[in-house]
């Protein structure tokens, strides 16, 4: 028979087992658990969700690294995509300007070149005229040589560019 009293004790845990689990002396020797059974369950619980946790951590790490060196290979790409196109056109500019310079230069020498035939004529001209006017042909000779010099410095020019 069991009284009120022995069915209580049946629910009571033993003391001082460290297994959890202990034998009852007045149940007549049924195993009852402890409280200290529930505690390796609670430490593996927080061990894993340490361990997920950090997995989480070093996973979400793991991914911004590879995001920023994903980001910055895309950003050198454009760099030199942007280094690339402004180079072709200064390379553009500078060609037409070259070619702008050419054309000038040589639109000079052709200018000059018809000063000096101009001049040749003239001097030829007062050359025949008189021989007592050297002051005049003086002045011409003084600047066919200017205009000479003004025509072999275009040439250099020209040649400097090509």
Same mark, same amino acid.
């Given at each position: 028979?069991?009284?009120?009293?022995?069915?209580?004790?049946?629910?009571?845990?033993?003391?001082?087992?460290?297994?959890?689990?202990?034998?009852?002396?007045?149940?007549?020797?049924?195993?009852?658990?402890?409280?200290?059974?529930?505690?390796?369950?609670?430490?593996?619980?927080?061990?894993? !969700?340490?361990?997920?946790?950090?997995?989480?951590?070093?996973?979400?790490?793991?991914?911004?690294?590879?995001?920023?060196?994903?980001?910055?290979?895309?950003?050198?790409?454009?760099?030199?995509?942007?280094?690339? !196109?402004?180079?072709?056109?200064?390379?553009?500019?500078?060609?037409?300007?070259?070619? *702008?310079?050419?054309?000038?230069?040589?639109?000079?020498?052709?200018? !000059?070149?018809?000063?000096?035939?101009?001049?040749? *004529?003239?001097?030829?001209?007062?050359?025949?005229?008189?021989?007592?006017?050297?002051?005049?042909?003086?002045?011409?000779?003084?600047?066919?040589? *200017?205009?000479?010099?003004?025509? *072999?410095? @275009?040439?250099?020019? @020209?040649?400097? @560019?090509?």
């Amino acid at each position: 028979m069991n009284t009120e009293l022995e069915t209580n004790s049946t629910q009571l845990p033993v003391r001082g087992s460290r297994s959890g689990i202990g034998t009852d002396p007045d149940t007549g020797g049924q195993q009852v658990r402890t409280g200290k059974a529930g505690k390796p369950k609670q430490v593996r619980t927080y061990v894993l !969700l340490v361990l997920v946790w950090s997995l989480l951590v070093g996973g979400g790490i793991y991914g911004a690294k590879l995001y920023s060196d994903q980001l910055q290979q895309q950003l050198k790409a454009d760099i030199a995509a942007q280094t690339e !196109l402004q180079l072709a056109a200064i390379q553009e500019d500078y060609q037409k300007q070259i070619t *702008e310079l050419r054309a000038s230069i040589q639109d000079d020498m052709k200018q !000059l070149q018809s000063k000096i035939d101009s001049v040749n *004529e003239l001097l030829a001209f007062t050359k025949d005229s008189a021989s007592s006017k050297t002051d005049n042909s003086n002045q011409l000779y003084t600047q066919l040589a *200017e205009v000479t010099k003004k025509l *072999e410095e @275009l040439k250099k020019q @020209l040649d400097a @560019l090509q």
